[in-house]
């Protein structure tokens, strides 16, 4: 049997390395490029393939070690520069990407995705003018490419005669020679940018468009999550994480903020982030990575908890777990509390936590937990308005209402089963009106001293990787808590997945368009969870 001789120049290497890439062999692709840097190590574009491969296999540090080598065999190259400022801003090394873009840009003015990116980094440092120039330097570039026209806007209230809206406008003419995917993209920014100038039943239009149009390339098993959430409770019961409690790591320095999206966690964590004491590390996935390793997921679905490898679990594999999650979040951010001078708790505010409360809570039995929540249909409008890479649930009003009404009851059976004093809720609408007093109910919780600092947190200088970095950078205003309504009709797929005792009062019938403030109002009565 005749066998293809192996490559022996570096120029063989790399096109193997090219094929292994086109084939989606990316650990194959990888050794070839490795074989090909060492027969000639001072080979750029060897030095790209190899760094871009890096990347995409997220080892971002490699890959940012193997980019600078190639610029500096290379360093007039946009696109390496580019790449390197991707790696950077994986790493949560903004400063490092938008100097890395910057230069991306001078080799390449038209560098539309530099440019994009380089304001998503910016947005998170808190640099709004600088971000809105690169955001409107993006779509000067590129108008066609309607990412970065939602980008824009979600990042800043437009005009009816910024140019922005009017290049908006005639993308929007032409949005049936756009990709599916480009018309959903388009649909949201479309209908922010109407809602920002007052035409709010255009905007809703666009919004029920674009979910619709994002929903048809969403895998989203609803029967599977409804099941989940309705089993969670009967395994771990009050009385299982009783006579587990205690068996976990003694750690008390994470602290979880966990609810819906949109519903005010970014905000809460930026106030515990302006107290000396506490370290910000965002929204974290290293619990379910940590869950994986020492419990294990649904054989078909990474995503699902496997509710009968729960049923077992004892004090090893808790303390392992709580250890685990620790050890992950030193490795990633060193910053975090490990004993020294400084921090001494640091959060994490992954918002989908909310499903694993009770193994956290057995795992680490001294964390604390912050239920952020705000009335049921401000949430809702406000996930339905915006694309999320993990929320799967939220594109349609049907299949949002259900989900919210699970987790409702879920959080309210956490609420029930922990002990006395290891969460509390948190609402938006009552932060908003007595933001003192919520802020000492917030640390008085975790255990921290009071800090006027944290009053002025919008003052605080840190990264915010999530769609509310602008809204935590403003002081509070009482009007902020009111959004516009759409036609009641529209959303009556939403009160009914919601339920009686989750839609508004006045909602069952209705078909007038109501103001949200009084939907809030009647919500704030209430112990409602969102």
């Given at each position: 049997?005749?066998?293809?001789?192996?490559?022996?120049?570096?120029s063989?290497?790399?096109?193997?390395?090219?094929?292994?890439?086109?084939?989606?062999?990316?650990?194959?692709?990888?050794?070839?490029?490795?074989?090909?840097?060492?027969?000639?190590?001072?080979?750029?574009?060897?030095?790209?393939?190899?760094?871009?491969?890096?990347?995409?296999?997220?080892?971002?540090?490699?890959?940012?070690?193997?980019?600078?080598?190639?610029?500096?065999?290379?360093?007039r190259?946009?696109?390496?520069?580019?790449?390197?400022?991707?790696?950077?801003?994986?790493?949560?090394?903004?400063?490092?990407?938008?100097?890395?873009?910057?230069?991306?840009?001078?080799?390449?003015?038209?560098?539309?995705?530099?440019?994009?990116?380089?304001?998503?980094?910016?947005?998170?440092?808190?640099?709004?003018?600088?971000?809105?120039?690169?955001?409107?330097?993006?779509?000067?570039?590129?108008?066609?490419?309607?990412?970065?026209?939602?980008?824009?806007?979600?990042?800043?209230?437009?005009?009816?005669?910024?140019?922005?809206?009017?290049?908006?406008?005639?993308?929007?003419?032409?949005a049936?020679?756009?990709?599916?995917?480009?018309q959903?993209?388009?649909?949201?920014?479309?209908?922010?940018?109407?809602?920002?100038?007052?035409?709010?039943?255009?905007?809703?239009?666009?919004?029920?468009?674009?979910?619709?149009?994002?929903?048809?390339?969403?895998?989203?098993?609803?029967?599977?999550?409804?099941?989940?959430?309705?089993?969670?409770?009967?395994?771990?019961?009050?009385?299982?994480?009783?006579?587990?409690?205690?068996l976990?790591?003694?750690?008390?320095?994470?602290?979880?903020?966990?609810g819906?999206?949109?519903?005010?966690?970014?905000?809460?964590?930026q106030?515990?982030?302006?107290?000396?004491?506490?370290?910000?590390?965002?929204?974290?996935?290293?619990?379910?990575e940590?869950?994986?390793?020492?419990?294990?997921?649904?054989?078909?679905?990474?995503?699902?908890?496997?509710?009968?490898?729960?049923?077992?679990?004892?004090?090893?594999?808790?303390?392992?777990?709580?250890?685990?999650?620790?050890?992950?979040?030193?490795?990633?951010?060193?910053?975090?509390?490990?004993?020294?001078?400084?921090?001494?708790?640091?959060?994490?505010?992954?918002?989908?936590?909310?499903?694993?409360?009770?193994?956290?809570?057995l795992?680490?039995?001294?964390?604390?937990?912050?239920?952020?929540?705000?009335?049921?249909?401000?949430?809702?409008?406000s996930?339905?308005?915006?694309?999320?890479?993990?929320?799967?649930?939220?594109?349609?009003?049907?299949?949002?209402?259900?989900?919210?009404?699970?987790?409702?009851?879920?959080?309210?059976?956490?609420?029930?089963?922990?002990?006395?004093?290891?969460?509390?809720?948190?609402?938006?609408?009552?932060?908003?009106?007595?933001?003192?007093?919520?802020?000492?109910?917030?640390?008085?919780?975790?255990?921290?001293?009071?800090?006027?600092?944290?009053?002025?947190?919008?003052?605080?200088?840190?990264?915010?990787?999530?769609?509310?970095?602008?809204?935590?950078?403003?002081?509070?205003?009482?009007?902020?808590?009111?959004?516009?309504?759409?036609?009641?009709?529209?959303?009556?797929?939403?009160?009914?997945?919601?339920?009686?005792?989750?839609?508004?009062?006045?909602?069952?019938?209705?078909?007038?368009?109501?103001?949200?403030?009084?939907?809030?109002?009647?919500?704030?009565?209430?112990?409602?969870?969102?």
């Amino acid at each position: 049997m005749k066998h293809d001789p192996q490559p022996a120049t570096a120029s063989e290497w790399r096109a193997e390395g090219d094929a292994c890439a086109a084939r989606g062999e990316l650990e194959a692709a990888l050794q070839c490029f490795e074989a090909a840097r060492v027969l000639d190590p001072v080979d750029a574009v060897v030095l790209e393939r190899l760094a871009a491969t890096l990347a995409a296999l997220n080892h971002f540090s490699e890959a940012v070690v193997r980019y600078h080598e190639a610029t500096m065999f290379d360093p007039r190259n946009a696109d390496l520069h580019h790449g390197l400022g991707w790696s950077l801003e994986q790493m949560h090394r903004l400063e490092q990407a938008v100097d890395a873009y910057r230069e991306a840009v001078r080799l390449n003015p038209k560098a539309d995705g530099s440019y994009n990116n380089m304001g998503n980094c910016l947005q998170a440092l808190g640099r709004f003018d600088e971000s809105h120039e690169a955001y409107r330097r993006a779509i000067e570039a590129a108008p066609q490419v309607p990412l970065y026209y939602r980008n824009f806007v979600q990042s800043k209230r437009l005009t009816a005669d910024d140019p922005v809206f009017v290049a908006l406008e005639q993308l929007a003419g032409v949005a049936a020679s756009l990709t599916l995917v480009d018309q959903a993209e388009m649909h949201f920014a479309y209908g922010q940018a109407l809602s920002d100038v007052g035409r709010n039943d255009a905007s809703f239009d666009h919004f029920l468009k674009a979910n619709a149009l994002h929903r048809t390339g969403v895998r989203y098993d609803e029967a599977a999550s409804l099941s989940l959430f309705a089993h969670l409770p009967e395994v771990l019961t009050s009385e299982e994480l009783a006579a587990k409690r205690g068996l976990g790591d003694p750690s008390a320095a994470p602290i979880f903020i966990v609810g819906m999206p949109r519903s005010g966690s970014t905000l809460i964590e930026q106030i515990l982030a302006s107290h000396p004491h506490v370290f910000g590390a965002g929204e974290r996935t290293e619990f379910g990575e940590a869950l994986v390793n020492c419990i294990g997921h649904h054989v078909d679905d990474p995503l699902r908890i496997d509710i009968e490898a729960l049923q077992g679990v004892g004090a090893t594999q808790l303390r392992a777990l709580g250890a685990d999650y620790l050890r992950r979040m030193r490795m990633s951010l060193p910053e975090i509390p490990s004993g020294a001078p400084g921090y001494t708790h640091f959060t994490d505010k992954y918002p989908f936590n909310f499903i694993n409360v009770g193994l956290i809570h057995l795992a680490l039995p001294n964390a604390r937990f912050i239920h952020s929540s705000r009335s049921p249909l401000q949430s809702c409008l406000s996930i339905f308005s915006r694309i999320f890479h993990d929320v799967p649930f939220s594109y349609d009003l049907g299949e949002l209402g259900r989900y919210y009404r699970a987790y409702d009851a879920l959080m309210a059976h956490w609420q029930r089963a922990l002990p006395e004093g290891t969460m509390i809720q948190i609402k938006y609408e009552e932060l908003v009106e007595d933001l003192e007093g919520n802020v000492r109910r917030l640390l008085a919780h975790c255990g921290l001293d009071w800090d006027a600092r944290c009053l002025s947190f919008h003052q605080t200088t840190r990264q915010v990787n999530t769609a509310s970095a602008a809204q935590v950078r403003r002081p509070l205003y009482k009007t902020s808590v009111q959004r516009w309504q759409p036609r009641q009709v529209l959303l009556q797929p939403l009160f009914d997945g919601l339920g009686p005792e989750l839609a508004p009062a006045d909602s069952v019938g209705a078909q007038q368009r109501a103001p949200l403030a009084d939907a809030d109002a009647a919500a704030a009565g209430t112990e409602q969870k969102s």
